[in-house]
């Protein structure tokens, strides 16, 4: 194993006040958020909203990295140059979705566990052969009546560790997601149960599958009220609540924590990390960043809407969210960032 190139990897995944953007929609993800918007389902839609993301001008100053999907780390921009050219020359690394999606887990309904093991050893070496630096695997884990159970985190929690030693065995970082939902109405204190159990047994079964935890990126939710719940805490509280519940379970040496965004408005998120930063970052072992993709995609999708034409503004639109978390996480993003053009 590649220990220093790990670490290197990871440490700039979060270094300069940059985040992760999460493109690595699945084909069926991408097509529904199209269909939503009266948008074309098909590859060359595809190939064209990802060409307008990558060839975004001055990305990599707020961007480190971008998850991109099977489908994308083998398409290349109209004059054919690849997309992973792109990014590199961008100054973004390259990474790549690993997980095969959740599939509903035996014996306990309404729950999921996430497959894509099997064979998972050679896609790493094909992937890191084709340029991608860190990979990426998702767990979800639904807040109900009598859920989440102890089966399903313990079983997403070995396969995230599985998964987490072979990619650093194939020196790709993994970024290791075990989500918390936030559909439903739970209480922000359910939110900071699920989500403090979840982390104490990824972190247990990281350390049993021997992962180095300096070359990981943590992913994790922000400990938050369901979107239906009548209470909906305040920024500070809703910082407050995620940062104690990561210094209860996330080991110091964890390379860096960059958030998803779950389903929340982009400004709702790039307010929330703002808060965590303004008021732990002097204090804290870890980098709190960000790997969205709803909270910064959203609206550049809205205003492409398929047309050629409208990409400038579309990237306008990107660039203004990347660079709104970029001053999150520095704990200068304001309601005036969002009045200006940035
Ligand atoms: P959201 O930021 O839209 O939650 O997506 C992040 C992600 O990569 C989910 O796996």
Redesign the pocket.
């Known amino acids: 194993m590649n220990t220093q190139m790990l670490m290197d990897t990871a440490r700039s995944m979060v270094a300069a006040d940059k985040g992760l953007l999460?493109m690595?929609e699945s084909n069926p993800t991408c097509n529904s958020r199209f269909a939503k918007l009266g948008i074309a389902q098909t590859v060359e839609a595809r190939r064209a909203y990802r060409e307008m993301i990558v060839t975004t001008p001055d990305l990599g100053e707020c961007i480190s990295g971008a998850?991109l999907y099977d489908e994308t780390m083998r398409q290349q921009k109209k004059d054919g140059t690849p997309f992973v050219k792109v990014l590199i020359d961008a100054g973004i690394i390259p990474g790549i979705k690993v997980d095969a999606g959740a599939t509903d887990l035996a014996a306990h309904p309404g729950e999921k566990i996430t497959e894509g093991l099997d064979g998972l050893r050679e896609r790493l070496k094909a992937y890191f052969a084709m340029g991608a630096r860190f990979a990426?695997w998702?767990a979800v884990i639904g807040v109900g009546a009598g859920i989440p159970s102890r089966g399903c985190i313990d079983a997403n929690a070995h396969a995230l560790a599985r998964y987490a030693a072979l990619c650093q065995e194939a020196g790709l970082v993994p970024i290791v997601?075990p989500?918390v939902l936030m559909d439903g109405e739970h209480t922000l204190a359910r939110c900071r149960e699920a989500t403090e159990e979840a982390l104490r047994t990824v972190f247990e079964q990281l350390c049993l599958q021997r992962v180095m935890l300096e070359g990981i990126i943590l992913?994790p939710n922000m400990v938050l009220p369901a979107l239906n719940c009548p209470r909906q805490e305040t920024v500070e509280e809703v910082a407050d609540a995620t940062v104690h519940c990561f210094l209860r379970t996330v080991p110091a040496a964890v390379a860096g924590i960059a958030f998803?965004?779950?389903?929340q408005s982009p400004e709702l998120a790039s307010a929330r990390l703002n808060a965590m930063n303004i008021r732990f970052k002097s204090r804290l072992p870890w980098a709190l960043a960000f790997?969205?993709?709803?909270?910064i995609q959203q609206p550049a999708l809205k205003i492409w809407h398929g047309e050629e034409a409208k990409v400038p503004a579309a990237q306008q639109a990107l660039l203004h969210r990347a660079r709104c978390n970029s001053a999150a996480r520095r704990g200068e993003y304001g309601p005036a960032m969002e009045m200006t053009d940035v």
């Not at 998803?260 to 389903?263: A, E, H, I, T, V």
């Not at 790997?291 to 909270?295: H, T």
């Open positions: 999460a690595d998850i990426k998702r997601e989500e992913k998803l965004s779950g389903g790997s969205f993709s709803r909270a």
